[in-house]
């Protein structure tokens, strides 16, 4: 069975740097063709895809964040870590992560995490 | 603006077949990258409903179809349901800048 789930801070400072945790089971990052993936939803608002690590340990950022995102991954504890630099209101959503297996969409994904940048 | 465009909102009657359009271009859909798509439902996460601009994961009912043409892509659902209503996100990649995944602006299925 496929799980994922995030946690981190429901409510960050602005300018503070977000990090996000996202533990899967039920496959391994290990496994040829693998990904995972971050996504974010403002409230009301649309999906916006952010990041993504590849079992190769190939990472990929939506232009618009590349300067702020960092993903990384720890296959031993089955961790993806997000971190966002420089924390504005504006990055007030629910962030997922999903799992991506290469080619076929996302799959699988988080209940989400919803993040709230406000001083 | 994504770069992919689709209607904000769609509507139908019961039983009827409704169309969701996924207008790209020439650096999406019309480089031949697949297009996924995902019902949310209100308060909860997306989920796959399509794959590989045509395929169902196990479980999706087949009223819902996809099809991808040039730089444009549609689902379809045949035989409304009220459990339809929802919102429906198209994705693909984009080769513009350095090239990401990219998601449709999203639209809103009502059931009548």
């Known amino acids: 069975q496929v799980t994922l789930r995030e946690s981190g801070p429901a409510l960050v400072r602005p300018t503070q740097t977000l990090t996000l945790t996202c533990t899967f089971s039920g496959f391994s990052l290990n496994t040829d063709g693998m990904c995972v993936s971050w996504i974010r939803q403002p409230p009301g608002k649309a999906l916006e895809w952010l990041a993504r690590?590849?079992?190769?340990?190939?990472?990929y950022y939506t232009p618009s964040l590349k300067t702020r995102l960092t993903i990384s991954k720890d296959t031993a504890k089955n961790h993806v870590v997000l971190t966002m630099t420089n924390m504005d209101p504006v990055d007030t959503a629910t962030y997922y992560c999903?799992?991506?297996?290469?080619?076929?969409?996302?799959?699988?994904w988080g209940q989400g995490t919803l993040v709230t940048v406000s001083s | 603006q994504s770069v992919l465009t689709q209607p904000p909102s769609v509507s139908g009657a019961p039983w009827q077949r409704v169309t969701i359009s996924c207008t790209g271009s020439s650096s999406n859909l019309g480089a031949g990258y697949d297009v996924h798509w995902y019902q949310q439902l209100p308060g909860t996460a997306p989920k796959l409903l399509i794959y590989?601009?045509?395929n169902r994961p196990s479980g999706v009912p087949d009223r819902f179809s996809g099809s991808k043409s040039g730089t444009s892509a549609s689902l379809a659902i045949t035989g409304l349901q009220a459990e339809d209503e929802a919102d429906y996100y198209c994705q693909s990649y984009d080769t513009g800048l350095s090239g990401s995944e990219v998601f449709g602006g999203g639209t809103r299925v009502t059931v009548l």
């Open positions: 590989g601009n045509n």
């Open positions: 690590i590849d079992w190769d340990d190939d990472k």
């Open positions: 999903a799992r991506t297996p290469r080619g076929n969409g996302i799959d699988y």
